[in-house]
């Protein structure tokens, strides 16, 4: 087991991140650490490696989206280049996984996890926390909205070294219920005008939707050519279950 996070290492900097490449469409590059709570994840599930995004909500916890689950988990926290290891760097392992107890992969429903970490993460400029959205926040389409995450600026091209970003609005729930049949607008949100090119792509998910500081959503899915809308996990849905989870543990 302790060879574990090393191989995990070594597969961050010698694998290539074209198979299930994560993409910022239409995005820029993040000012290094200036999203501190952002977080990486290095999945081993059977024989296969992947990664998704993820962010710091408790020094000890990690959410991210269901789907990122795996067989073991190693989180970066403090990371802007995550091929090139810096001083801010703190990897830590998952003690635990909880996803959502009613996640369902084919309709995309509940697509929440949370992760405990083996230890906390030490706060500083470069990882820290971000709060939650709750059912007294309110969000609305036309809001404008911040997604993170390591990926490329076009679709099949190597996926980029250093954290990328890009806004996103909050679009009307029709807007995706147009394009995707599993659209639950109680536990989804719906983000951008279709006749953009600012997107998210595969990697992108278990990242955070900030909207105004606040963490309302989860990159969930979205279109297999990548074009816009996405789904969005909506967080204020699952306060009762996140609050659970986190006291006790």
């Not at 990664?51 to 990371?79: N, P, Q």
């Not at 801010?88 to 949370?114: C, E, G």
């Not at 009307?172 to 951008?192: A, H, I, N, T, Y």
């Amino acid at each position: 087991m302790k060879l574990l996070p090393l191989l995990l290492l070594l597969l961050t900097f010698l694998l290539s991140h074209e198979t299930g490449a994560d993409e910022i469409i239409g995005g820029r590059e993040s000012r290094p650490h200036s999203r501190p709570y952002m977080a990486f994840l290095d999945i081993i599930r059977g024989n296969t490696w992947n990664y998704c995004g993820g962010f710091l909500i408790r020094s000890d916890f990690v959410m991210t989206a269901a789907h990122c689950e795996g067989d073991f988990i190693t989180v970066k926290l403090g990371a802007h280049n995550i091929r090139k290891p810096e001083e801010t760097w703190q990897i830590i392992n998952v003690k635990h996984q909880f996803p959502h107890p009613k996640y369902n992969a084919t309709r995309f429903l509940n697509d929440i996890m949370l992760l405990k970490l083996e230890k906390k993460a030490n706060l500083t400029t470069a990882v820290n926390t971000l709060p939650l959205g709750s059912r007294f926040d309110s969000v609305s389409p036309g809001q404008q909205c911040l997604v993170a995450g390591w990926g490329s600026r076009e679709l099949m091209t190597r996926a980029s070294d250093t954290l990328q970003e890009v806004e996103l609005t909050l679009r009307d729930p029709s807007d995706c219920k147009m394009s995707f049949g599993c659209f639950d607008e109680r536990s989804q949100l719906c983000v951008q005008n279709p006749k953009s090119n600012k997107s998210v792509y595969e990697g992108d998910f278990g990242g955070p939707l900030v909207c105004s500081g606040v963490a309302q959503g989860i990159v969930s899915y979205r279109k297999r050519d990548a074009k816009p809308p996405s789904g969005i996990t909506r967080i204020a849905h699952y306060s009762s279950w996140i609050n659970k989870i986190l006291k006790a543990n």
